[in-house]
């Protein structure tokens, strides 16, 4: 299933996830979507991953054939997991978690496979393992930003006068591919969809989008209308840059702007306070904070700079300041007014307060932290200025 | 919601939801995936559209903020949709169709919603609407393909001797960006994941993937197991490129090869059969024909050339030659051994009889034909030859 040296992180893995069913006071869990499948396996199989509340973690594998590993039983259909798992020696499941993110027709199917188990949600189960990453995490994630910071310092030589946001966001692209991006921009939920990221500017950034991203765009179909929309990037413009830095499997979260002549005033002092804003988060930013905590003091911070009118969005504002990314971009904790989540140690946490200033653009950074009893400390290492391109 | 010239094709849309609808004896559906959003209103937002079995579709809007249009009612939460549907002067459903491929928890709320009414699958009701194309849609079909064949026209000019297969994708996704390739490439389900398709050369063709796609490929990380790994193009390989035709929210599905140096006989004879059997399956595909015969006579003309072994993969064989395409990749029909699909016109299907011989690559192309009462008429059109790229 996976080489050797990735076992004592498999059985780290299910250990959380175990520690969390016990909780519930459940005995298993029943994993079918990728994310869940990468995480619990470390690799994407077409198939089930089943934990028990103890010992180890079985893998029902339909594709790719030829996988190996103690505990990978090939089936046809999820009905064969019930004799397989009598047939191993393990009790059938009084409580089983099933993951609710799963289609309902999966969901569905599953629960009828076990008709005499009480069943929990799944993907809540999962949601809170996943937030706090493993060292390993930790470093595939610290892997995904150096690269991810190795392109934005090159962002500068692909830009030339008369460009649209389209072309450079094509460059830009190429550059992260040719890096190593994977491209796929996993997400939680099917009412989210992007493709490698956003490239705004001018006025583009305070059209509302139909999308829970922090910024906006009109995008360049009806079929997706997010972010870049054909537009000169012309002087007196902001242009920022918020794409995916999935170079490992574990996505950083980073946006960096850039200006062509001058800006306004109003725009430098809109990017400062996001700057003052990271500065504050990511200082009281420690384990057993309430996430909501922070996005209230994000608040209070452009409300005292008299910026609150343009802070995350003009037109349409988002409803949130930060939010936990790994496999997927949109992981716990989110720092959101009515959030219940709690800090601990090891979350990772893109916090991206952002303004739109009308007729301008958006100003304001994007980093990606790790939160540890010091605070929250930067992956993803920038300059954090806007940078002239003319 | 929609422009005023976009008003009859979303009549004609719900109309034919409508039938479907009616021949279920269901009152309504609501639909909540992105696909079907943008299918029942021309363009995504988040929220709900409600098609009941007569009359206009209601759409319930959470964002963006701004949408004008008679049967626009903005809303916080689905579960004000019942009081609103009341003050229209609309009766709540008793059958209601709700999509088992949302997820569960999003199905189960909705359920909520609707205490009182018997569910049905909205999924099932829309696949079997979306599978037959409308004139509009065929429309976007075919700008799509035009612009696909146009990319592939240029792949030629972005090869140079010592690529690698990520290198050369990487050129072909600016080139497909450049001419206004949206990127996404939506898929129904889970499961699936990729990123803008596959350049997949030498032996690399035949490792399998846990994917449900016609061809393999270990790809670039654990985490995406798929398509090209960063194998060195060498003489003797043979380059299939099947890239995502996505220009205008309507996909075609396209695939040619190339080779570098001398391809052995048994790879010529392979691409060839692909080609006899697109003419045969193309010429039997009208309506009324069962898809699961078309696939028996291009497994027969496989055998009959003794290329069974190769024919749809080698180590690992995908199940079917050809499927569905429109907003997602795979509609109905389905060319399958076992499938229940019959042919109707104005269906459109991608055809992809291919070959993997060993130490050479994946062989044959893959066309997006309409159904037609003369048989399926190709909108991909590019050469069917293989291409030198030395």
């Known amino acids: 299933m996976y080489s ?3 076992q004592p992180e498999a059985s780290l893995r299910w250990k959380r996830v ?22 619990s396996s470390g690799r994407i199989f077409n198939g089930y991953t089943y934990i028990p509340s103890e010992g180890e973690a079985i893998y029902f594998v339909r594709r790719p054939i030829g996988l190996k590993g103690e505990n990978v039983h090939y089936i046809h259909k999820p009905e064969q997991i019930p004799a397989l798992l009598t047939e191993i020696g393990l009790p059938l499941p009084r409580k089983l978690a099933i993951e609710w993110d799963a289609s309902h027709g999966d969901f569905t199917r599953l ?22 990453k493993t060292d390993y995490e930790l470093g595939l994630l610290h892997e995904s930003a150096v690269k991810h ?15 649209t946001d389209i ?15 994977l491209g796929l921009f996993r997400i939680n939920g099917q009412s989210m969809e992007i493709f490698m990221g956003n490239v705004i500017c001018g006025d583009n950034a305070d059209t509302p989008t139909p999308y829970d991203f922090a910024m906006g765009g009109a995008g360049l179909s009806c079929s997706i209308p997010v972010g870049c929309n054909g537009s000169l990037i ?12 999935n170079f490992t499997g574990y996505m950083t979260d980073m946006t960096r702007v850039y200006s062509v002549g001058e800006l306004p005033d109003l725009a430098h002092r809109a990017h400062q306070c996001s700057i003052d804003i990271h500065r504050a988060v990511s200082q009281m930013g420690k384990p057993s904070v309430k996430a909501a905590d922070l996005y209230n003091l994000a608040i209070s911070i452009a409300k005292e700079a008299g910026l609150e009118n343009y802070f995350m969005g003009h037109t349409q ?8 990314v ?3 971009v949109n992981e716990a904790p989110v720092l959101a007014p009515r959030s219940k989540d709690i800090l601990e140690g090891n979350q990772v946490i893109a916090l991206e307060p952002k303004f739109v200033i009308p007729h301008v653009g958006a100003v304001g950074i994007e980093d990606t932290y790790m939160v540890t009893p010091e605070g929250m400390k930067a992956i993803t290492n920038a300059p954090v200025e806007i940078v002239s391109l003319s």
């Open 18 to 39: 175990q520690s969390v069913l016990q909780s519930i006071n459940a005995d298993a869990v029943l994993l079918n979507t990728n994310a869940n499948l990468y995480y």
């Open 4 to 6: 050797s040296n990735f």
């Open 234 to 245: 012309r002087p007196g413009m902001a242009v920022m840059v918020d794409m995916c830095g």
């Open 317 to 324: 504002k988002a409803g949130f300041i930060g939010h936990g």
């Open 111 to 132: 629960c009828a496979v076990f008709p005499d188990a009480e069943i929990t949600n799944g993907s809540a189960v999962m949601r809170k393992v996943r937030s706090v």
């Open 167 to 181: 072309e450079l966001q094509i460059e830009i692209e190429r550059l992260l591919r040719l890096h190593g991006n």
């Open 149 to 163: 910071a190795e392109v934005y310092h090159r962002i500068e030589s692909v830009y030339h006068n008369g460009m």
């Open 326 to 328: 790994g496999i997927e």
